[in-house]
């Protein structure tokens, strides 16, 4: 099973953007769909962004043209840009495989605070 290692997180105040990044610990198959989750205090987890091999991309309604989700297949990378941050965003993310088997990682604390 693939895994993934997440970084870029840290405290942001509202409005602020942050940088997600995710490696891969192997080639990423180009039948996978790749996701970013996130999980917060007595919250469900859920699916904020998604994106396919060949760029094709969803996002929860919550993060639509706030939040945009790419991919670097040379480097096993997926990122995630979040602009216009709000408190209700703060979480912990985690990438994840959408459509096959996988693990989850140890994620990154996103926290969005004055």
């Known amino acids: 099973q693939v895994t993934f290692v997440e970084s870029g997180g840290g405290l942001v105040q509202p409005g602020g953007s942050l940088r997600l990044s995710c490696v891969a610990s192997r080639t990423i198959s180009s039948l996978y769909v790749i996701g970013w989750y996130r999980q917060a205090p007595g919250k469900q987890r859920e699916l904020v962004a998604s994106i396919t091999y060949n760029g094709g991309t969803h996002y929860a309604d919550s993060v639509v043209g706030r939040f945009t989700i790419s991919t670097d297949n040379a480097k096993n990378m997926v990122n995630l840009q979040m602009n216009s941050l709000k408190p209700e965003d703060t979480a912990v993310y985690l990438c994840?495989?959408?459509?096959?088997?996988?693990?989850w990682g140890q994620g990154t604390q996103v926290t969005v605070s004055s």
């Open positions: 994840k495989v959408v459509n096959a088997p996988s693990s």
